[in-house]
């Protein structure tokens, strides 16, 4: 197909937004990744990586694609025919797409989900960030996680990896939930898979209670406190004590009802943004084998989520 310049123009985009957006350096040598998903619109990967490659002067670029649990399959396959470096997984793929791939990490294995594929031209790889970019900011406070209790509320796939990798990382682990079958269900699951131990239970006030009076970190896995800052909170305020590090995988709002109320109790925080901006960050590593712009990569979550 010839190019049609007269197209480029009628997208309404003014050269200097065009610019900005950083497609001008696609060429025909550009690396290509992207992230699949359904929704994906409301994605923040490709402000973060894009960032990131132009911050880096890579000549990579990373795009959405809406890809439906019937196309999944096909979707891979375009991956090795388009020769696409990178993707990054997010709902409702990262379980589904294990069977279509060459090989996966040993840790995306055991949690049993990825959230991102590398292809080296012949082979794709399965990883799981999300375990890793949860683990880092703990990591970067110093935390000490061997031997400590640790309590996770939510038993779905975000709970998963966040179990998986704080069992990795030494901590003994309880998980509430509200269908409590599933709580005990990963407990099972995870004492099978590792030497460590977790316990599963029901989310409701006896237990809560009873877990934070001797939990020293608290982790929101599920989808309480999505979406507005005077939403719900998985916790009631009269459980926070001071001394327990709350930890919220909710991104948005940034600052969630609970990690507002945990401030208000003296209690230090850590809010989603930081966990999407790492496992964004070992992912870039993994696509371009560079280290990540961490910090920059943070500030374009944080500017994409305030936009
Ligand atoms: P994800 O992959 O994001 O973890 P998921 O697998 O659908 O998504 O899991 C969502 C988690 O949030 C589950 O632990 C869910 O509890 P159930 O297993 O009982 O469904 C939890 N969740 C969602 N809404 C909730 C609510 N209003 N109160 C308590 N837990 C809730």
């Not at 040598?29 to 960032?51: F, L, R, W, Y």
């Not at 840790?107 to 880092?136: E, H, M, P, R, W």
């Not at 599933?182 to 237990?207: F, I, K």
Request: glycine share 10%.
């Amino acid at each position: 197909m010839q190019d049609q310049p007269e197209r480029v123009l009628s997208t309404g985009l003014s050269p200097a937004k065009s610019e900005a957006g950083g497609l001008s350096h696609v060429s025909g040598k550009t690396v290509v990744c992207g992230v699949i998903g359904d929704p994906v619109e409301h994605t923040m990967s490709p402000a973060m990586q894009n960032a990131a490659f132009r911050a880096l002067g890579l000549d990579f670029a990373y795009v959405p694609f809406k890809v439906t649990r019937e196309e999944l399959r096909v979707a891979i396959a375009g991956m090795r025919a388009l020769n696409i470096r990178g993707l990054n997984i997010t709902i409702p793929h990262k379980v589904a797409v294990l069977p279509f791939l060459d090989s996966v990490d040993p840790l995306a294995k055991k949690i049993g989900a990825v959230n991102t594929i590398v292809s080296n031209g012949t082979t794709l790889t399965g990883y799981n960030t999300d375990a890793g970019g949860f683990i880092q900011p703990l990591l970067e406070r110093g935390f000490e996680l061997r031997d400590s209790r640790v309590l996770v509320i939510g038993a779905g796939g975000a709970a998963r990896a966040v179990a998986f990798a704080l069992i990795e990382g030494g901590a003994r682990v309880v998980v509430l939930n509200r269908t409590p079958d599933r709580a005990h269900e990963l407990a099972r699951h995870l004492s099978q898979h590792t030497p460590g131990r977790a316990e599963g239970g029901e989310l409701n006030n006896d237990n809560l209670f009873e877990a934070m009076s001797n939990t020293v970190l608290v982790v929101n896995t599920t989808s309480v406190g999505m979406g507005t800052p005077e939403g719900q909170s998985p916790i009631p305020s009269a459980f926070l004590r001071r001394d327990i590090l709350v930890y919220d995988i909710v991104y948005n709002p940034l600052k969630t009802r609970l990690i507002s109320e945990a401030q208000a109790a003296g209690c230090r925080t850590i809010a989603g943004a930081e966990m999407l901006a790492w496992q964004g960050a070992l992912a870039f590593e993994r696509f371009t084998g560079i280290k990540a712009p961490i910090e920059l990569m943070k500030q374009q979550v944080v500017r994409s989520l305030t936009e």
